[in-house]
């Protein structure tokens, strides 16, 4: 296994959570693969809820579940005492387990013991899977777009998410292609990006969006941000593996300073896409920015219109916020299927 | 233990090898750290030689030895069976191991059980140490000086190792910061950077090149190159991570494609400088790159002498080859110190 293959449907287990916040896993998986969760699973106090059935393990066997997922975080990502009786139960019942959490599965002897007994798998997704190659930069067939960002946490993995099921609703084959470890839980597949060995970010990258047919698209969940001082090199390997054909910028309105590093201001638009395209031509002469996905959260309706009004008047660029405006942001996929006629494979000698 | 501190000196173990290419480390850490040898050490049919005496662990104990250091390796990176008892006898006599190979020195029983019994450390260079953080992009005090390259394996650990003897030779205040294994085990420290998780790589570089005093240079060995489609992430983190000052460009004359990447044609000296320079602004507004270190060894040395003023009138930098023209390469630092007295920490507001 070089990248993660889940098995599923998920029974999403949410413990004892009553705060939505812990449950951010459980709730983005229910939202953004619906067809991969069959219930849910709590403990006593419970109150958080997906909305789906409530399963004992047992009965989401019977329903064709195939794992438990994880669907929670206590504080610090440990694994709580009291949850293992369920996990075991659900070994027992022929469901493997899926989790995130920093503590690994793997590295708790009951539950390594019974996975072992009854024959079932641990998946923790945190870990990166072993015999990662190293980067080509050989060209691929089929299409590709990455989401990249001004900063970290604005919105490049639900930009993803939303431009995979546009392209689908398009009746365009694509794929949403996972870098994290939520996003693999959602797609049941990815690596997770930011813990791989350096040397092996860019060839990770290439094996997570293989040759394909010339029309289908790979959407690929960015990472970090070429102008963050910690996490810019992830940011980098990750675009010259993605080998992206389009970029859509990630931004959130209003943001002046790197998230949790004042001392850095963010680049401005202009300058995000200038440096992304640049060290993008390496491995595709060809890439574009094609869109801006603006995150307007935190503004009112008014305020979040003229936001875009802005950018797109200042870039000349598609711009929409994915959450707030999912119609005029699936659009972008337009822009992208116009342009995609003139995406040719160009040898690679920029 | 968060970066690599090596016990020295050492006994450099040259197996039985009879072909200096398999030798490179023993002959490497001689060559640029012969205050940390004592002596050498041969199995029976050995002749590639440092010069060092010859030595049995017992005997290098006694002349202060504190590890013995696989200064060979064998095809694949193993670790030979037939060297087990010599190492033994090393761990027994009261000497440390420090390895390279890809065999872990803790994962041969023989070893970890007899470092357990003797309470004597096994160094595994290849594995980065843990507990490493990310990085925060703040100033430090110091001057730094990163080598960067056009592409791999052309010269950037010898030329920061040419640097820092030159720097010292001025009776300026300098060290070689090591982060590749040949390089940790001459500079007995160092982290090895493209071994280090992504995520953690700019903070391993901040970490490798602390506060210093105001007129102390940090000669930092470089990785990869930016214009590699495998590994630039790797340069960009230790790029950012390292805050230099200043950079000296590492180019081979006459290469006009990667190593093994036929694909792609090197970037232009032009094109190298001012892309380092770009990405590097962002966390340090003045560094600027001063010299160019040529690597002219499959030239003659009229060809060489023309590469090397090719380069200088191209780009009105001082260029040497530092194994060819040792004495010009050390002006180099003249360079650096006449620029520092401008050097002032700024804010880093990029």
Not at 15 to 31: C, Q
Not at 99 to 114: E, F, K
Not at 185 to 201: E, K, Q, R
Not at 243 to 272: I, K, M, N, W, Y
Request: charged share 20%; aromatic share 6%; net charge negative.
């Amino acid at each position: 296994m070089i990248s993660f293959e889940l098995p599923q449907p998920y029974l999403l287990f949410l413990a004892d959570s009553t705060e939505p916040g812990f449950a951010k896993t459980a709730l983005g998986v229910k939202d953004w693969a619906p067809e991969r969760c069959v219930g849910e699973l709590h403990l006593p106090g419970g109150t958080v809820t997906t909305g789906l059935p409530e399963l004992t393990p047992a009965q989401a066997y019977e329903r064709g579940a195939r794992a438990l997922l994880v669907g929670v975080a206590a504080v610090g990502g440990a694994l709580l005492p009291q949850w293992l009786s369920t996990l075991v139960e659900a070994l027992e019942a022929g469901l493997d387990l899926i989790s995130g959490l920093h503590t690994r599965l793997a590295d708790v002897p009951l539950l390594a013991q019974t996975a072992a007994r009854t024959g079932r798998r641990l998946f923790d997704i945190r870990v990166p899977p072993k015999g990662l190659p190293t980067g080509t930069g050989r060209r691929r067939t089929g299409k590709r777009l990455l989401t990249v960002g001004t900063d970290c946490a604005l919105g490049k993995k639900y930009t993803a998410l939303a431009l995979t099921r546009a392209f689908r609703a398009r009746g365009v084959s694509a794929d949403f292609r996972a870098t994290g470890q939520t996003g693999i839980m959602i797609a049941g597949a990815g690596i997770p990006i930011d813990a791989v060995v350096s040397d092996f970010v860019a060839g990770a990258a290439e094996l997570l969006s293989p040759d394909n047919e010339a029309d289908h698209w790979d959407v690929i969940e960015g990472q970090g941000s070429l102008f963050h001082p910690a996490y810019a090199g992830v940011s980098l390997g990750l675009l010259h593996g993605s080998q992206p054909d389009v970029l859509v910028l990630c931004h959130e309105a209003g943001r002046t300073v790197l998230l949790g590093q004042p001392g850095f201001r963010l680049p401005s638009l202009v300058e995000a896409i200038e440096l992304n395209l640049l060290l993008a031509r390496r491995v595709n002469p060809q890439v574009r920015c094609l869109a801006v996905s603006l995150n307007t959260s935190h503004l009112s309706e008014a305020a979040a219109y003229a936001a875009i009004r802005d950018v797109q008047e200042q870039l000349g660029l598609p711009c929409a916020d994915p959450l707030r405006h999912p119609v005029q942001f699936a659009e972008v996929v337009e822009t992208c299927l116009a342009y995609a006629p003139d995406l040719q494979l160009a040898p690679v000698l920029s």
